[in-house]
């Protein structure tokens, strides 16, 4: 599926698309909880409505695996997004609010790796440069910040959470109008998949197992933090300025995040770069638990939102490099594992807060962390390995 747009152009069409359904339609619900817990959820409720949200987006994930690029599909759930996140502000029924947050999840899950398979293959057909997919996946740190920026000033004005989703819903129907003009094929006719799908060696399911159990750990451990680090900040902390405004701070680190680990898997190599960011994560969840200092919580925010996407693109373009004939399915089932990680974390992570401190869920989140760094550490170890007996062969 090529594109008639310049490649750049296609690529900020991408940006746009994951800064509404990631940034937008999946993360606004981080700043937005405190406000919505003062008068309608506790934390179990509210990690059931993140685990709904996440439970559409693995079952989206894994039904893209095996549907066929479209560019309808993917026009229709990208608005699908921006319904679902609008229409949160319109109801006060938690029913309606598991029903919204589950079709959001779904076409979160379909767009995501629709956009990253698609749009990596054009890029990997008319360019060398890592920088375009960095630069596609900081759409989703655009999208954090600017959720961030809105809120305080949109809910200082209004005073309500109602119009905090309504707002965010305008923004990503503005986005929309802009990426209307940008996903449009070129009409090649039918463009003919490979039937032959090239069997994987020993050594590749073993790695590509690495890679799944950690994607997974990564999708557990880093969803505690997204979820209720804002909520652990208002109800353990005495922040002098508005607390959404520490989730811009993720948000805003988060936009060239990407484009740093790409410059640094070139200097070294994608697996070593990804051991890294999952290093300077875990020390990123750590930071709160240890202390509550407003300084120590910036960092906190500014380690996490510096590599959870990084973290994405290094894991995906690991895939897409090394199974390029299966990349869609690969990333397909990355989600999906992703996702179920997702669904798992806050429902843990609520009942934790229950009956123990916030900083309890957050160790249990560091240990999920510390095991996709295990992962990713043997994976680049056995590289190595690989790399040294190829290199006695010749």
């Known amino acids: 599926m090529f594109f008639r747009k310049p490649l750049v152009a296609v690529t900020f069409t991408g940006f746009l698309a994951l ?23 506790n934390s179990i409720q509210a990690g059931m409505l993140a685990s709904v949200n996440y439970t559409g987006y693995f079952i989206g994930a894994f039904l893209a695996a095996k549907m066929r690029k479209s560019v309808l599909l993917l026009h229709l759930m990208i608005l699908a997004s921006v319904i679902t996140t609008t229409a949160m502000g319109f109801t006060s029924s938690l029913s309606w609010w598991y029903g919204l947050r589950f079709a959001s999840g779904i076409a979160g899950g379909i767009v995501f790796v629709l956009v990253s398979s698609m749009i990596l293959a054009e890029v990997r057909r008319k360019s060398s440069s890592p920088y375009y997919a960095a630069f596609l996946y900081g759409g989703v740190g655009f999208g954090i910040f600017l959720s961030g920026m809105f809120l305080p000033p949109v809910l200082a004005l209004f005073g309500g959470w109602e119009a905090g989703w309504i707002t965010l819903g305008i923004v990503g129907a503005l986005f929309y109008v ?16 490979s039937a032959r799908i090239k069997r994987l060696s020993k050594h590749e399911k073993q790695q590509l197992r690495r890679l799944y159990t950690a994607y997974f750990c990564e999708g557990f451990g880093y969803i505690i933090f997204a979820t209720f680090i804002i909520s652990m900040v208002v109800s353990t902390t005495d922040l002098g300025w508005s607390a959404p405004y520490v989730w811009a701070a993720a948000g805003i680190v988060a936009v060239p995040s990407c484009l740093f680990w790409a410059w640094i898997s070139r200097l070294a190599t994608l697996s070593s770069a990804l051991r890294a960011a999952y290093a300077v994560q875990l020390t990123g969840l750590l930071l709160p638990v240890f202390s509550s200092s407003e300084v120590m919580i910036v960092i906190s925010a500014v380690c996490f939102g510096i590599t959870f996407m990084g973290i994405t693109m290094l894991t995906i373009s690991l895939a897409n490099e090394a199974f390029p004939r299966q990349s869609q399915r690969a990333i397909g089932n990355l989600t999906g594992l992703y996702g179920i990680g997702q669904l798992l974390g806050p429902l843990a992570a609520g009942a934790l807060i229950m009956i ?32 040294k007996n190829a290199l006695r062969e010749h």
């Open 178 to 193: 802009l990426i209307l003009l940008g996903f449009k094929p070129e009409n090649r006719g039918k463009e003919k998949e």
């Open 356 to 387: 123990a401190p916030y900083s309890i869920a957050f160790l249990l989140a560091a240990g999920f962390i510390a095991a996709a760094m295990i992962q990713i550490h043997f994976l680049h170890q056995k590289e190595k390995g690989v790399r």
């Open 19 to 41: 800064a509404i359904v990631m940034g937008i339609g999946r993360f606004a619900y981080t700043p937005l909880l405190p406000y919505m817990e003062e008068s309608h959820l």
